[in-house]
């Protein structure tokens, strides 16, 4: 099974609420974040309403959806952004085609190890 149908092979179980999603795509893509910074942003943010472990676990899908579907992105060559923060290549969104997630799922993997090992 290729990799970018991994995603879509689970399900939407561990997908977060729309309103999550949109914290973490504004902070990686508008601020350009770390995931340890949008973890403790989205703490404070939805720290009543998720847990540390949930939020880490739906930021942890997201960087592994969006950095899976890079496949079609690849049309167009390489070249700066202009424009919007929109996601459409005709809105000028430009990622490199070689983008690899591996060190922001790696960072989320190391606070889902430390949130582990704090509740224990």
Request: glycine share 8%; net charge negative.
């Amino acid at each position: 099974m290729p990799e970018h149908d991994h995603y879509a092979a689970r399900g939407f179980a561990d997908i977060a609420p729309t309103e999550v999603e949109d914290f973490f795509i504004d902070g990686f893509l508008r601020a350009q974040y770390r995931p340890s910074k949008s973890f403790r942003l989205a703490q404070h943010a939805f720290g009543t309403k998720c847990s540390d472990h949930e939020l880490l676990t739906w930021m942890r899908t997201f960087y592994g959806r969006f950095f899976a579907t890079q496949f079609m992105r690849h049309d167009l060559p390489d070249g700066p952004r202009i424009g919007s923060a929109g996601l459409d290549l005709r809105d000028g969104f430009m990622m490199p085609t070689y983008a690899q997630g591996a060190l922001w799922l790696d960072e989320v993997d190391a606070l889902l190890a430390r949130i582990g090992n704090m509740e224990h």
